[in-house]
């Protein structure tokens, strides 16, 4: 069983940073590739980054390539979200995901098995 906790979320001027955190209580997390995904009021959820299970590999959304930075501790079985440059098309709920273990990593919700609960992110113009 995986339980991805996100934190880090909150109020943010547009141009600011934020670091998003999400900790996962699982042996297995570090076989697992993770990503972070938003969801903005009326639409749907969509892929941000995702990166593999060794952080060997990272992938990101157009929109926010060159902006944001994935990574993970495998030690501490937490992936992190450093957002940078925000803008106020950034603002949404952001979720942290867990694929299966050992499988090809994914960028579209139904790649991944378990979500955490979100955490909100706003960005003020």
């Known amino acids: 069983q995986v339980q991805p906790v996100e934190s880090g979320g909150g109020l943010v001027q547009t141009g600011g940073s934020l670091r998003l955190s999400c900790a996962a209580s699982?042996?297995?997390?570090?076989?697992?590739?993770m990503g972070w995904f938003r969801q903005a009021p009326g639409k749907e959820r969509e892929f941000v980054a995702a990166?593999?299970?060794?952080?060997?590999?990272?992938y990101y959304a157009d929109s926010v390539k060159g902006r944001f930075t994935i990574s993970r501790d495998n030690a501490k079985t937490t992936v992190y979200l450093l957002m940078n440059t925000l803008k106020p098309e950034d603002t949404a709920v952001y979720y942290c995901?867990?694929?299966?273990?050992?499988?090809?990593?994914?960028?579209?919700?139904?790649?991944?098995?378990?979500w955490g609960q979100g955490t909100q992110v706003t960005v003020s113009s």
């Open positions: 699982a042996r297995t997390f570090s076989y697992r590739n």
């Open positions: 995901a867990a694929g299966p273990p050992r499988n090809v990593i994914a960028t579209i919700p139904n790649g991944y098995d378990y």
């Open positions: 990166i593999s299970w060794s952080g060997g590999s990272t």
